[in-house]
């Protein structure tokens, strides 16, 4: 359905006109380096591109109080009167471009014209206030998109991500006792030592009357939080509250001065992990995510990280996550007490919310402030990206219908002789319809490890399930995959044989008990319900995916799966996070066109369509998950969800 990118180049005239080193750093450059970018990456090309226009003055009027036009001369009085702020006569101007960017964005979204989008921005707005303008912002855009979302779309359900590592204080302060808006918020905090050194930054502010657990702060205690830090945030904290909130719309506060080598934030996180946080956004409100531009200081990095951003809005999966996934000490902590402060607010957090077992002394302390390593930034993903997205291996006479367009129908097929000698040890590959099934499977494999095909889905009579997937397991191994995950539902077992060196990870969905037979052969019953399946794959899967950190990911739906189309769509979804989007699914050949037409669409890239309000995990289904967290967390570390804090 595509992407916007609202813009125009008005926005780069405001700029500082005298001497002052807080403001500095918000340059006309930051949107002119973005877009450069953009375009040398052919990605501002694929774009559906608005030239913004102004917000009205009633527009402006949903947030804040009348508005006044000044001289020039005025302008360095009145910036003395706000913090961090410096006006110049085109500010006025820009900051109605920047307001009425956001507001294009949200129409385009909601009246379908695409599916997301960003907006490119200057001034920023989240520090901006009713009547205050504050931190380089003068009127507050996605505070005036989501009122106006309300308002003229009629929506009940918001969801504002400011991933910006400042706290959007503004945004905070216009929807505090407001449940229709939920505001979650990440930030630099230290302790309340870092600008805009606020009491209400912390964990423990909630929102207030009825909009008390709608406001979610996630303060950053230390510098130097990472990839996974940031994903353990979002799995552990602002994802449950989220899909219990089913939200209709995705607006994010899009700061990346919460990325590497920005001045401000001395933050550690990759551009890729914008990639990754979009990508998980994406799974709410069917995709209809809008993302208006923060801050974000270091050029390069800035950069970098918006066409992250915008690569994945276009659907393209994210390139794999650096780094040793492994959160440290003190972001533990902080996800630990914002979870504690929500959960008397948050049914699914509630279950869960025993107190976790202490973590030994000694684990990982934050790495601190790091400049950006150049090596980090300069190259792009050097391999190339493959030139099919998706593939099918399907037989079904009416799979046609239900796939998109540039979804490639494969009919090649492996050597017949090679086909026979995978089959040859498995008496359930004996029959030709096995084999044939198996030669097209090896066929789609094959493109994928040669990097010319990304995902694709492939099937198999039922009773040859577990022999095609043993099949496909080992020629992934042997055939280039350094760490393949398997995630089987239904009657799958592992295959006996299959080695245990570390270079697989089995993780069985299905069946009465919980059980970790060892740190990479683990099983857990499928939830019933919405909400038990919602915290499994949120809770268990995923963490022990990013831990891992596959190069290939198989998701099987065997024999007795009992998997729900948009179960199964949700978590295609979401592990094609993983391994840079290299997911083969294998389905039995009876299954439906629609759910093998579903799972197509969402491995190239289309949004799950959204669950609706969800039901609560089951006592068991929490159960198995606090279980399997208690076995496995000293192995994989993005299970933990929080760390003890000492009182104090
Ligand atoms: C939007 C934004 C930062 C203000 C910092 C003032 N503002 N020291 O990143
Ligand atoms: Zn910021």
Redesign the pocket.
Known sequence: MGTALVYHEDMTATRLLWDDP??E??RPERLTAALDRLRQRGLEQRCLLLSAREASEEELGLVHRETQVLGKEELQALSGQF??ICFHPSTFHCARLAAGAGLQLVDAVLTGAVQNGLALVR?????SQRAAA????VFNNVAIAAAHAKQKHGLHRILVVDW???H?QGIQYLFEDDPSILYFSWHRYEHGRF??FLRESDADAVGRGQGLGFTVNLPWNQVGMGNADYVAAFLHLLLPLAFEFDPELVLVSA?F?SAIGDP?GQMQATPECFAHLTQLLQVLAGGRVCAVL????HLESLAESVCMTVQTLLGDPAPPLSGSMVPCQSALESIQSARAAQAPHWKSLQLQEERPPPLLPGGPVCKGAASAPSSLLDQPCLCPAPSVRTAVALTAPDITLVLPPDVIQQEGSALREETEAWARPHESLAREEALAALGKLLYLLDGMLDGQVNSGIAATPASAAAATLDVAIRRGLSHGAQRLLCVALGQLDRPPDLAHDGRSLWLNIRGKEAAALSMFHVSTPLPAMTGGFLSCILGLVLPLAYSFQPDLVLVALGPGHGLQGRHAALLAAMLRGLAGGRVLALLEEDSTPQLAGILARVLNGEAPPSLGASSVASPEDVRALMYLRGQLEPQWKMLQVGAFTPQK
Do not use: L, R, S
Request: one cysteine or more; a negative charge; hydrophobic letters at 20%.
């Open positions: 807080e403001c750093i918000e913090d961090a001034p920023p707005g989240h520090h504050n931190g380089f912002c910006d590592v400042h959007g600008w805009p700061g001065d401000e923060e801050g974000g200081y």
